[in-house]
């Protein structure tokens, strides 16, 4: 079926948005700025991402699933956030394998000056309930595309079907058999299967 008009112009002004968002320097104003924040698109994604994944999904391998990219390319991009002191990498407690990510006070400052926080604030500013339906929206087309281009859907883990409720603050995750904050209900996680989805 082909799009209308009204499809493609909302189509058009979803990748604006995304485009004008997506740094948060205009290069003709990062004269004055410190260099680590004068980051890259990728740079931006990344730290982007490590704030708002839950602590199992801010790991290379994920962030390269999220942005859609190798895990050699991400796992540079991380390198270098971590030599600008922006990301302190740990081992992780349940596998000592595995390596996790978060950000330094020094990356938080920086996220702070995110072209992306404008965009968060115009959202926020909506009334509740234009608010909601634009957050319903996006969930759901972000999911069909992510469907139609083979491409893994994340969400939040109160959206999930490993969501499981047991004697915990908040919540307990199946998948990864570890009990959940409060926090981590509504970050990004790797893992994530919409709870409709359930057999």
């Known amino acids: 079926m082909a799009s ?18 997506r740094s948060g320097e205009d290069p003709g104003e990062a004269k004055g700025r410190n260099s680590v924040q004068r980051l890259s ?77 404008a965009l968060a604030q115009a959202v926020a500013d909506l009334p509740a309930d234009q608010r909601e339906n634009l957050i319903a929206t996006m969930r759901r087309l972000a999911g069909e595309i992510a469907v139609s281009h083979g491409a893994p859907c994340f969400g939040c883990c109160q959206d999930c079907r490993h969501l499981q409720e047991r004697d915990t603050r908040a919540g ?3 998948q990864v058999d570890a009990p959940l904050s409060l926090d981590d209900m509504h970050l990004l996680c790797a893992d994530f299967e919409a709870a409709g989805e359930r057999g």
Not at 11 to 21: E, F, G, K, N, T
Not at 67 to 87: E, N, Y
Not at 90 to 106: E, K
Request: net charge positive.
């Open 4 to 21: 209308g008009p009204d499809a493609e112009l909302a189509a058009d002004l979803i990748v604006h948005l995304a485009r004008i968002a």
């Open 41 to 117: 698109a990728a740079q931006w994604a990344a730290l982007r991402y490590m704030a708002r994944a839950n602590p199992f999904s801010r790991t290379p391998s994920a962030f390269a699933r999220y942005h859609g990219t190798t895990r050699g390319t991400a796992s540079q991009t991380i390198k270098s956030l971590v030599a600008a002191g922006l990301l302190t990498r740990a081992r992780d407690d349940r596998d000592r394998r595995s390596v996790r990510f978060a950000l330094t006070t020094s990356g938080e400052a920086c996220l702070a000056e995110d072209g992306a926080c």
């Open 172 to 174: 307990y995750c199946a």
